[in-house]
């Protein structure tokens, strides 16, 4: 775990100096996940104004118990993720004491916390992936929004559910799109997400960024 000293500049003309996090290893100090998921982490607060804003940063999530290692990186850096992901890959071969981990990349915070929260049920996120290619490729409102954003938010057991947060701006949409875990189970059963045999699963599931809008960048 490590932190950073930083000078920021408020929007009120205020310089103050802050800490900010560079990697959390949430296996040491579950608190961390916490402040993590509540939205504090790299959250600053001016002491003249008092006003709050978060930090836009890079920032490793590390999950020993999970073996999941995420980096996340600003948005903006979306569409350099082939050359970013061949210097993390680089990165890794060099430490071999965490092999078969889950290495992954997220950019900005609402795909980080995507990625834990799927690892956290227990999912594999390349058939998440692939299931909202499916979602954004057949409802039949979501096919003419092009700025349509699918998170992941959570597997309810009980009732055999995937939820999945939809949104969009152009269109005004923000709901919570309900599908029966039966989908997910198919994809598993086919493999599609293992063997990558079809073009959609070898661009969506190969490499540490799995994200279906990968399909879209390539395009
Ligand atoms: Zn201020």
Redesign the pocket.
Known sequence: MSVQRFQLR???G?EFETKLWDSLNVTESKELKGKLLSGEINQVQ?P??Q?KSYIEKSLLYHDMDQRLWVQMLPPTERSKWPELQEEYEEEIKKNSGIKKYHFRLAFGREELLEKVRIFDANLDDRIIELLKVRILNEDETLKAVSDAKVFFSRYVAQEEELHFSVTSQEKNISQTLVIAFQHYNDIRESKEHVETTTELSKTVCRGMYIHHSKTRVLH
């Open positions: 408020c929007t009120c205020h001016c003249e104004c006003k």
